[in-house]
């Protein structure tokens, strides 16, 4: 079954739970999705990773808005931010680990022959294209100035 064949079952599951949090939720995370196929057309086929690339951004804002609302003084309103997050991330394929990122970051700096923090970029664009979505780009980046600055 496709992710968005789950979306959609997860969707009618909360409405028969009245799970209004869940609820509302999935019905953002799939007005996104029409969004996306309504901007690249109807012939376009919404594969899982395009659905991944949806989440993340919706996750992304949501991490955004806590922030700015525990700045602001509403934590719950950063709570409910938070609350979505969760309901989201399980959607996404399941992340590396901190061991695994760190072996990926070893093979990738012997490959190029980084060894200092100038070669960043070099290294970021190497680890990134071996994680490939399974794990967050800012988490990779705090790792791989932590390796180049040893």
Do not use: C, W
């Amino acid at each position: 079954m496709s992710l968005t064949q789950d979306i959609a079952h997860d969707l009618m599951q909360a409405m028969k739970d009245h799970a209004e949090e869940k609820l509302s939720t999935l019905r953002m995370l799939k007005a996104e999705l029409q969004k996306l196929q309504a901007d690249k057309g109807k012939d376009f086929e919404i594969k899982d990773e395009d659905v991944h690339t949806v989440i993340k951004k919706l996750i992304k804002q949501r991490k955004d808005a806590a922030e700015q609302y525990s700045a602001g003084g509403a934590k719950d309103r950063a709570e409910a931010e938070l609350a979505e997050i969760k309901i989201l991330e399980p959607y996404l394929p399941k992340q590396l680990s901190d061991e695994e990122i760190d072996a990926l970051i070893s093979e990738a700096a012997k490959e190029i022959n980084a060894a200092s923090p100038k070669d960043m970029g070099k290294l970021m664009k190497a680890v990134m294209a071996k994680t490939k979505g399974l794990a967050d780009g800012s988490r990779v980046k705090d790792k791989v100035n932590a390796f180049l600055n040893k």
